[in-house]
C-alpha cells in the first residue's frame, strides 16, 4: 500500500467482512488462496527452525540465518503488525505422472527445458505473485481506510510455509511442502504483514480451517485452532506415505519434514554459491535447474493433475482422503481429520479452475536452443533470455556450471568436444574445473 505517513494504529475488520473482500478482489489478482494469522502468535515449529540452523541445514543460504529471530516474529521488524495475511498463486495443477519430464529432465535426446523445475518455466514469480498481492491489499485499502500492509515474496523474514499452513492454505507435507488437498503443492507463497485486527478469528491461526479465500475447497474444512490441534504432525495427511523420501535422489529429505538443503539439487543448482559436493555431482542426473522430484511423486499433486479442469474440484462439499488416495492410486493411508464443526465454505469463483497465470507458461521462447549453447552461454545472452525468469538467480557461471553437471551426469555423449572446449577455456575457473569432471566422465564411457 502506498502513501505517507504509514499508518501505524491497529483497524479492524470482521472476518465476514474481509472473506467478502477477498472473494471480490482475489480472482481478479489471479490469487488463489488467502488467509490471516494473527501476530505475534506461537510458532508451533519454531524449534524445529532453530534445529534446522543450529545443523547447518540452510546450507550457504546465509541470508536465513541473518534475522533467524525475525521469522518467528513478524512483529519485531513491523511493530505495527496485527496479523499477516498469506497468499497462495497456481504455477501448476499437480504434476502428471505420465509426464516424465520432472523426473528424469533433460537426459539424451530430451530438450534442455525439460531440466528445468515446472516453478522455473515462466517469468519469476517474485514480480508475478507480488503485482498480485499488491492488487489485492490495494484493493483492501480502498475498503479498509487506514489498513498498512507490505506485501512479500521471500524477500522479507518470514517462514512462509508455516503461516500459510496456520491460516488454513494446506497441510505441510512430509517434503516440507505447503500442500493443499486439491491443488497440490504446485503453489507459491506470499505474504503481507498488515495492521489488521480480524475480528472472529482464533488467535494464533486456524490450521484446519478453510482459508478465508479459496479458488476450490479444502477436502476436510473444520474451524479447530491450535489450541486443540498442537502441531502441523495432527493436521498432516501424509499418513504412513514416504513416497518422496524414497524418491529424493540424494538423501536431502533426511527425515520427515526435514530438508538438508546442503544435499538438496534445488540448492545445487539454483544457487550459484550452493553447488554441489564433489562426490554428489552426478546424481544431478539430467536436472538442469531447480527439482521437483519429491513433489513428483506426492499421491496428492498426482490426484491435482487428474482433477485439473473437473468440476469436482469445486464440490464444497468435503471429499474423504481415502477417495483423493483411490484417484491418484494410491494407498495414502491418510489420518482421519480431527473431528471439528465445519467452517463457513471458502467462495468459490468459477465452474472450472482459472487457467494458470500465463506468465508461469512453459519456456518456449528458448526451445530453440540446446544444452550446447548453454555450455558457453555468456553474460549478455544470458541477461537478453533470463532477466526476468527464476533463472537470473542462478547467474551466467552457475547455468554454464548446470549444464556442465547435466552434460557430464547423464551422460551427453555427443557433447564430448565441445565440454573439453569449455574445460580448456572457460572465463571462470570453477567452472572449467566442473568442465573437467564432466569430460573425464564422458571420457569413461567411451
Ligand atoms: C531457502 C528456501 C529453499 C531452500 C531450502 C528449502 C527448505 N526446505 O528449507 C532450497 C533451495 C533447497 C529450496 C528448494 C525449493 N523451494 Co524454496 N524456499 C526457501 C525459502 C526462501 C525459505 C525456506 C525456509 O525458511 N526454510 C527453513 C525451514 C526450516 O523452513 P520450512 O521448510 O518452511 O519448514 C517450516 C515448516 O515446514 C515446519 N516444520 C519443520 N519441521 C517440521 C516438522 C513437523 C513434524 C512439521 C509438521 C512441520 C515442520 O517448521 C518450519 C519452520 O516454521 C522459502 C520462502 C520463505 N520465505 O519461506 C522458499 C519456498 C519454501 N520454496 C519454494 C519452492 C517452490 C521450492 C522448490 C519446489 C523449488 C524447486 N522446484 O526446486 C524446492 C522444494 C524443495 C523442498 N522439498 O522443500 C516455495 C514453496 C511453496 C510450497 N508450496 O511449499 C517457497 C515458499 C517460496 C515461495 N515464496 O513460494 N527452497
Ligand atoms: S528437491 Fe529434489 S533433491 Fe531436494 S529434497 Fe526434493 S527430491 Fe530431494
Ligand atoms: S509424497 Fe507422501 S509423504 Fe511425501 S508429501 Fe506427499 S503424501 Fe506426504
Known sequence: MSGSPAPTAAISVTRDRLIALLADLCPAARIDLAGAVAVPC??????????????????????????????VDPTRRNPWARSLLVFAQRYGDGWDPDDRSSAVGAEPGRPWTDGVARYARGLDYHDVLLASIRSVVDGLAAALPGLRAQPAVDTGPYLEREYAWLAGLGFLGKNSCLIHERLGSGLFLGVAPSNLVVAGMSAGGHPDAAPLYAVAPR???????????????????????TRCL?????????????????????????????????????????????????????????????????????????????????????????????????????????????????????????????????????????????????????????????????????????????????????????????????????????
Open 219 to 241: 477436502s476436510k474444512p473444520g474451524a479447530a485452532d491450535l489450541a486443540t490441534l498442537g502441531t502441523a504432525a495432527d493436521t498432516n495427511r501424509c499418513g504412513r506415505c
Open 246 to 446: 524414497d524418491a529424493c535422489p540424494t538423501g536431502a529429505l533426511t527425515a520427515p519434514f526435514t530438508l538438508d538443503s546442503r544435499r538438496c539439487i534445488a540448492t545445487w543448482t539454483i544457487e550459484w554459491r550452493g553447488r554441489a559436493p564433489d562426490d554428489a555431482r552426478a546424481q544431478q542426473g539430467g536436472l538442469l535447474f531447480g527439482c521437483d522430484i519429491c513433489q513428483a511423486v506426492c499421491p496428492w499433486n498426482v490426484a491435482a493433475a487428474r482433477r485439473a479442469g473437473r468440476s469436482e474440484m469445486f464440490s464444497a462439499q468435503a471429499a474423504p482422503v481415502a477417495s483423493v488416495a483411490s484417484d491418484a492410486s494410491d494407498a495414502l493411508d491418510a489420518p482421519a481429520a480431527p473431528d471439528a464443526p465445519a467452517a463457513p465454505a471458502a467462495p468459490v469463483a468459477s465452474a472450472v479452475l482459472p487457467t494458470l497465470p500465463f506468465e508461469y507458461a512453459t519456456l518456449t521462447d528458448h526451445a530453440e536452443i540446446e544444452l550446447s549453447d548453454l555450455l558457453r552461454i555468456d553474460s549478455d545472452e544470458f541477461r537478453r533470455r533470463f532477466r526476468r525468469t527464476p533463472l537470473w538467480r542462478c547467474h551466467p557461471e552457475g547455468l554454464r556450471r548446470n549444464a556442465l553437471t547435466v552434460a557430464g551426469g547423464a551422460g551427453h555423449d555427443d557433447l564430448l568436444e565441445e565440454v573439453k572446449r569449455v574445460a580448456d577455456a572457460d572465463a571462470d575457473a570453477e567452472v572449467r574445473q566442473i568442465a573437467d569432471w564432466a569430460w573425464q566422465r564422458l571420457q569413461r564411457r567411451r
Open 42 to 71: 506461537p510458532l508451533p515449529h519454531a524449534d524445529r527452525w532453530r534445529d534446522y540452523l543450529t545443523a547447518g541445514y540452510h546450507a550457504d543460504l546465509t541470508y536465513l540465518a541473518r534475522g533467524a529471530d525475525d521469522r
